[in-house]
Each structure stands twice: as structure tokens, then as C-alpha cells.
């Protein structure tokens, strides 16, 4: 039992613990894929969007850049016909670079450098016009100065080499204008197809700065150009971006080349710029995913813990139908069920049952045989169930106790009632039907406490055809037991004939209902008993009957049938004879007499006279000798009734109890030396009488002897 | 009751009449003692006119049986009725004398 009460409260839902367990993990574990799935495409999304960002201003810059570098580099191609024209004039050769100037507002510096030597009058010539930065004045000044050594300078060397535009790494112009600046510089021809000069446009780089600083696409971005030797031009950062290495992940670099320049520009963005966002969200999301997780288990919790009560209920819903069960057939051991009951009485015939619901029940009935009398009742306990049933037992045992002392059906219905309504707080009421048939003459003394009336059915000694009289017994109602405390109950009594029966039932019989709730009644049940059957016979009758009525519908209460047949043959009383003696020995002879007045009587045997006296006076000496203490008197009462076919003494003393009954009986088989001296007198009763019956009453013994005769 | 003892060679005969009841028993106690005296030879009990024994009488003729068993003697019962052979017959005690 505490097996399934403890797997059956480890599941939830139907489910084992483990179960349900694994079924929060894949919850879970779902919830938590979502999520990292949903960041993780957000994330490549979020890149993907940065990446673009990042490229598109990268090609704005570039396009910015490219106008100042296509600025510059077109100051020195268009005007490059204008210093070929003028390399023989260097008076005419120093207007060019400030004519440059003049043109685009871009350009800073721009210079004609001759090649050394070229000009016979000037072995170093490089007119130089720059702009001021603060005022726009544009002086006109000369790189041919011993200090600055114009030949070996980078933007001289290189676009000789290159046969082409060249430009330079940036530097920082201290002379001009103080700032960042590049130079792009070409070679002049001569007619000749010689390099004889070197034209520079040069531009500053501190819009660059501004640019870029502008093209930030994330706060934490920074850009940067770089020169063809990876010199550090412009950065919005540069302290940053000395510190980025390559290697560092949570960094994203994007980078595109200025054409022609050998330039390279790089947009830096810190990883956490860029997926803030989308952490911010992954994090709102993770919370909210740890509230869901939480109420998933509360709820579950609270389900398991329902689920837990109401298996718990069900376990003790199912220990309690068990010990109704128990309780059931503890109540059904109580009843005689063994039929026949007497098996070895031919005057007597008794079949019952009850069909009980489901449920323990109320109904009980009960018979015994006590001095040659039949005992027997049957109720019907108010109400269902456990209180019902607990009545139920009581009021057998009380049948029981009383019973075993009154032989009076109203005094023991009396003495019930005293007892049950004396504290009945429940207000339970029994029915009862209470009967004491004296087997030997067919008296029937009844009581009934508000019970249905028996049906008594009667044989018919005239019928050649089995019919016999159906009717109820005529009952007096009374109350039912427990209802009204010293109810004066009034009894009743017929005498049943050879071969009557009496059916007693509870109202299960006639309010049993069919489908269409039709009530079997009482006509119903009284059809069965007009042919004539034995106590079994009338019971499969009445159980057949009830069956084939209510065919399928529910039995709603206990059914009880109980059938008495009464088969003795009648022996009518015809004479009653006393006699009361004293304690004293010498009046046995006075039993001598007595017997001589019924042997006269009745015209008995000599024989019989003989072993009847015989036995009255075992019975009698028995009492005279030792019921009484020595010395004191006392009496013994001789009652003899005479009927047709048999002879009872009942005789009653005061005395102190003895049942003479129980004395072991003697082996009349041994040799005199074995033998003893006592004995004899009871062996004696026993062997000459037919019965011989005792009982304790009123603090009297009564021994009740029998003889046929 | 009546009992009457008649000693002849040898044999102890008891004339038993009457009603052997409980008083009566109680009453002719002291002749079966006197029987026992002779219970080392034969002792007849003529119940030609016993009419009735009842279970004290049977108790006297045990305990006169058992006497005789001691002493070596034994009982002889003689001339009962049909009522007390049947009442010896319930009791075993047609087995333990011999009935003449």
C-alpha cells in the first residue's frame, strides 16, 4: 500500500519527477536556444549593418580625399604645359606656383624645382608660392636655400624615379604653414623629353582630421589614414589606434585604399559599440527568460504539490474503501450464513441472505435456537454507510445479550430500545421485527419496532395443488428502535401450523427500482410465494423475481430476504401436571406417585413409567443434594407437560447454578474395578430422555428434559 | 425396602424388595455392608421382587462388585425384571455380574 501511495506522489501530471524534471530542462534549454540563436543572428545582422555603415563612409571619405587629391593633382597637370613653356624663362617659371595657388583654394604650396644645373643662371632654382593659413595671402618665397637642400627631398627623388605623379608621405611642414601636409609631385620634360623640373601642388591635411572626426559611425570608432610606409597621418585617435593591434577581437577594422596616393584609410569600432545594442537587448531578453523559467517552476511546483494532495486523497480515498471493504465482511461474518442451518432438525427450515451494495450496509438479521425455541430478527438500520453499519453491529450484539436472557420478543425489543435510544445523538432509528417461535408447539410471539410486516404464508393442507394463503402478518407498528427512550412495545403472537412459512425482508425488496424507476412493491412480492416452495425455494422465488425486474439498474440499498419454514409436527399441549418438593431426600418417593398419576394419564408403558421415574428422579435428587447448602431449605419445582406425542418435566430450583448438562459423561464400558461411583445419575437423564436442555434464569436453574412418547 | 440376607453353604443370598430409591438406598446401606463381609465367596442378589433401582441403588451393587473383586469372592444377580435389565443394559453393569 505505501508503495504506490509513495510513486503515486512522485508524479505529476502523470509523469514521474524525472520526468517532469526533464521536461523543465528542455523548456528551458529551448528558451535559452531561442535566445542564443536569436542574438546570434541579431548579432551577425548588427555586423552586417556596421560593416556597411563603415564601408559607406569609407567611401564618402574617400570620395572627400579624392577631390583634394584629383584638386591637387589637377593644379599640377593643367598647368604642367604652362611650366614647360616657361622653364627657359625662370623670371615667367615663378609666376606658375603662385598661379596655382590662385586656381585651387586647396592647394597650400606648390613649387617648380629645376633640375640642379639646368639653369645656367641659377644652379638651384625652385620658386615656391604657399598660402597663409590665416590671412590667404599667398607669398611667394624659394626652396633654393642651402638649408633645405631641395635635390635630395623625397618629392624631388621619387617622381624622377616613377617617371610619373608621385606622392609623398605626408610631413609636417614646419617652414609654410606649420600643419600636416602632402605633396604630389610630378616631373617637367623638356623638349627634349629630358626631366628638367619637378612640379608639386601641395595640400594640407588638417581638413582630414575634421573629416574624419566627422565620420565617426559609432562613438567609440575611430579613423585613421595611413601613408604608403604606414606612417600615421590623420586620427581621430591616435593614441588608440597606436594601442589597436591586430590580433585584438574586439576590435572591427575596416580599410580601403585612396587610388594613386598609396594612402590607406581605416575605420576602428570597438566590437562593444556595435552590439551594445543588441547586448542590451540579449540581456532584457535573459531576464526575461529567467522570470518565464521561474514562473514555469512555480507554477509546476504548485501543480506537483495539487497533484501530490489530491494522490494523497485518492490513496486514502482507496485505504478507506479497503477497510470499508474489511468492515463489510466483518459485518456479513457476524450473520448466520451457513445453510441449511440446522441440518440435523427436520422441524426447522431457514434460508437468508442479504445482497449488499458496495458499501457496508445497515440491514441484519439473526436466529438462533435456544430451548427448543427459535430466536430471530431482522432490522433495517436508518441511513447508509459506516454509521449504519456500526449500528448495524449493535444492534445484533444487543439482540444477542438480550435474547440469551428474555424469551419475551416485547421485553427484548424493550430492553434494545432502552439501550439504543438511551444515547442515540446521532438520531439513528432501527426497524426491527423480533420473533420467538416455540418449535415445539408452533406459538409464535412477536414484536416489531416500525418494521414491515413479515408475510406469513400459510399451508394449505386441502389444496391438492401446491396453493397456499399469502398474507401479512398482522403487526402492531410500534416505533421504531432508538426513537422513543421506555416505549412500552406491545406483543404479539400466532401459532404457526406444519409446513407455514414466514418471509421477513427489508424495504430493499420492495423499493428496489428498474430502469424506468418503477418500484417493485409489494405485490410484486408476494406473487412468488402462492406456490409452494421449502426456505431455499422461496428465496431463489423472490431473488429471481427482483432480478428479472429490475434487470440492469443500480441496486440502491441492501437487500435482505429471510425465510422461516416451520415443519414440526404440532404437539398440542393436553395436560399440565406439578408438583414442588422440599431439599429433602425423603420426599422422592412422592416423584413415584406423580409418575403413577401421568402413567394413568397418558397410559404409558410400565417401562416408560419406570424410566421416566427414573430420570425425574436423577434430575430432582441431583438438586435436593446439592443446589442447596446443607441445612438450608429450599425448593424444587416439577413442572410436567403432557402432550400428545412426548412428556417435558421442567424443573426450577433456586439453587446455586449448576448445569448439570456439562457433567462429562461416563464410560459404561469399563470393568467394575475401573469403574467409578459417581455419574451415574446424569448418564442415566441423558440416556432415557430425548432432549435435555438447561438454562440460568432469574437467578434460577432450569432443566428442561423431553421424552417422546 | 426390604432386604433379606440368608447365609446357606456357603452362599450369601440378599432378598431384595420393594423400591431401591435414594432413601431407600441410604436405608439398606448398612445390609450391603454386611454383604461385603462376604464378599470373599458368593454373594447372590435375588431382585425376583426389586421394582425399581435408581442410580444410588446401582452405586450399592458397584461398590458390593468391587468388594468382591478385592476379596476374591463374586455377585451373582438373579431374577430381574425386564425394566431393571434394560436400566443394567444403559449402564454397562449386565457386563460386570453375573446374571442369573
Known amino acids: ?709 | 425396602m426390604n432386604i433379606n440376607i440368608d447365609n446357606s453353604n456357603g452362599v450369601t443370598t440378599a432378598n431384595l424388595e420393594g423400591r431401591l430409591d435414594t432413601p431407600a438406598s441410604t436405608e439398606v446401606a448398612p445390609c450391603f455392608e454386611q454383604l461385603k463381609e462376604a464378599a470373599g465367596g458368593t454373594v447372590v442378589l435375588d431382585c425376583s421382587k426389586l421394582s425399581y433401582i435408581s442410580s444410588s441403588g446401582l452405586r450399592l451393587f458397584l461398590a458390593l462388585r468391587k468388594e468382591t473383586s478385592v476379596k476374591g469372592g463374586k455377585v451373582i444377580v438373579r431374577n430381574i425384571s425386564d425394566n431393571i435389565r434394560q436400566v443394567f443394559m444403559m449402564t454397562g453393569f449386565l457386563n460386570m455380574f453375573e446374571i442369573q
Open chain 1, 1 to 709: 500500500m505505501n508503495n504506490t501511495t509513495d510513486r503515486s506522489e512522485k508524479k505529476i501530471l502523470g509523469m514521474s519527477i524525472g520526468a517532469g524534471l526533464l521536461l523543465v530542462i528542455v523548456a528551458i534549454a529551448t528558451l535559452e536556444a531561442t535566445g542564443i540563436l536569436q542574438y546570434v543572428y541579431t548579432q551577425r545582422a548588427i555586423k552586417k549593418e556596421a560593416t556597411e555603415r563603415a564601408e559607406s563612409e569609407l567611401r564618402g571619405v574617400n570620395h572627400r580625399i579624392m577631390d583634394v587629391v584629383n584638386q591637387a593633382e589637377g593644379a599640377v597637370i593643367n598647368n604642367m604645359w604652362v611650366a614647360q613653356w616657361c622653364l627657359d624663362n625662370t623670371d615667367n617659371l615663378k609666376l606658375v606656383p603662385q598661379r596655382v595657388l590662385e586656381v585651387n583654394p586647396s592647394v597650400v604650396g606648390s613649387t617648380i624645382a629645376l633640375m640642379p644645373g639646368y639653369s645656367k643662371q641659377h644652379p638651384l632654382y625652385a620658386p615656391y608660392a604657399t598660402r597663409d593659413i590665416e590671412t590667404g595671402e599667398i607669398k611667394n618665397l624659394s626652396l633654393a636655400t642651402e638649408e633645405y637642400d631641395y635635390p635630395s627631398q623625397e618629392w624631388f627623388v621619387m617622381p624622377q624615379t616613377v617617371q610619373d605623379g608621385y606622392w609623398s608621405e605626408p610631413y609636417f611642414d614646419e617652414g609654410g604653414g606649420n600643419m600636416m601636409m602632402s605633396t604630389f609631385a610630378m616631373p617637367v620634360k623638356d623638349s627634349k623629353d629630358n626631366i628638367a623640373a619637378v612640379f608639386t601642388a601641395d595640400i594640407s591635411l588638417d581638413w582630414l582630421a575634421e573629416l574624419m572626426e566627422n565620420s565617426k559611425p559609432y562613438p567609440n570608432a575611430f579613423c585613421a589614414v595611413t601613408s604608403r610606409n604606414g606612417q600615421l597621418m590623420v586620427c581621430t585617435d591616435s593614441a588608440r589606434f597606436m594601442a589597436d593591434t591586430a590580433g585584438d577581437a574586439s576590435m572591427l577594422r575596416y580599410s580601403a585604399p585612396v587610388k594613386r596616393t598609396g594612402w590607406t584609410l581605416t575605420i576602428t569600432i570597438p566590437e562593444d559599440d556595435i552590439l551594445a545594442g543588441v547586448r542590451h537587448v540579449g540581456l532584457m531578453v535573459k531576464i526575461l527568460q529567467i522570470l518565464g523559467i521561474i514562473m514555469i517552476i512555480i507554477i509546476l511546483r504548485v501543480i506537483a504539490k495539487n497533484q501530490i494532495k489530491y494522490k494523497n486523497l485518492s490513496a486514502q480515498k482507496e485505504v478507506m474503501q479497503n477497510e470499508l471493504r474489511i468492515g463489510h465482511d466483518i459485518q456479513m461474518s457476524m450473520i448466520p450464513k451457513t445453510f441449511p442451518a440446522f441440518p440435523k432438525r427436520t422441524d426447522i427450515d431457514i434460508a437468508a441472505c442479504i445482497i449488499p451494495t458496495k458499501e457496508v450496509g445497515g440491514d441484519l438479521y439473526d436466529f438462533y435456537i435456544r430451548d427448543e425455541k427459535l430466536f430471530f430478527c431482522i432490522g433495517d438500520v436508518s441511513g447508509k454507510g459506516v454509521p449504519a453499519a456500526l449500528v448495524m453491529t449493535v444492534t445484533q450484539s444487543l439482540f444477542r445479550a438480550t435474547s440469551g436472557r428474555e424469551s419475551s420478543p416485547a421485553k427484548i425489543v424493550s430492553a434494545m430500545n432502552d439501550s439504543m435510544s438511551e444515547k442515540n445523538e446521532n438520531s439513528m432509528f432501527v426497524t426491527f421485527f423480533c420473533g420467538v417461535l416455540d418449535l415445539l408447539t408452533g406459538q409464535l410471539r412477536y414484536c416489531n419496532a416500525g418494521h414491515n410486516p413479515p408475510v406469513l404464508i400459510a399451508n394449505n393442507p386441502q389444496s391438492d395443488n401446491q396453493q397456499t394463503t399469502v398474507t401479512p402478518l398482522s403487526v402492531q407498528s410500534n416505533v421504531p428502535l432508538g426513537i422513543v427512550p421506555a416505549f412500552a412495545f406491545k406483543e404479539q403472537q400466532i401459532t404457526l401450523n406444519y409446513d407455514d412459512s414466514l418471509f421477513l425482508y427489508t424495504d430493499g425488496i420492495t423499493e428496489a427500482e428498474n430502469a424506468a424507476l418503477d418500484q417493485f412493491g409489494e405485490d410484486r412480492m408476494m406473487a412468488p410465494f402462492h406456490k409452494k416452495h421449502d426456505a431455499s425455494g422461496y428465496l431463489d422465488a423472490i431473488r429471481t423475481a427482483v432480478t428479472d425486474f429490475v434487470v440492469d439498474a443500480p441496486q440502491s440499498d441492501d437487500l435482505t430476504v429471510f425465510v422461516i419454514h416451520f415443519l414440526a409436527q404440532v404437539d398440542s399441549i393436553k395436560q399440565e401436571r406439578h408438583l414442588i418438593l422440599h431439599n429433602d431426600i425423603q420426599q422422592i418417593p412422592q416423584l413415584a406417585d406423580f409418575m403413577e398419576t401421568i402413567s394413568n394419564e397418558k397410559q404409558l408403558s410400565q417401562n416408560d413409567t419406570m424410566s421416566l421415574n427414573l430420570a425425574l428422579e436423577e434430575a430432582v435428587t441431583n438438586i435436593i443434594l446439592y443446589a442447596y447448602p446443607k441445612g438450608a431449605d429450599g425448593l424444587v419445582d416439577i413442572e410436567a407437560v403432557l402432550r400428545e406425542h412426548s412428556i417435558e418435566f421442567i424443573i426450577t430450583d433456586s439453587g446455586v447454578p449448576f448445569d448439570p448438562t456439562t457433567v462429562p459423561e461416563i464410560d459404561v464400558t469399563l470393568p467394575a474395578e475401573e469403574r467409578s461411583i459417581g455419574g451415574l445419575g446424569i448418564y442415566l437423564v441423558r440416556q432415557i430422555m430425548d432432549s435435555v436442555h438447561y438454562q440460568r434464569l432469574d437467578n434460577k436453574n432450569i432443566l428442561t428434559m423431553l421424552k417422546n412418547v
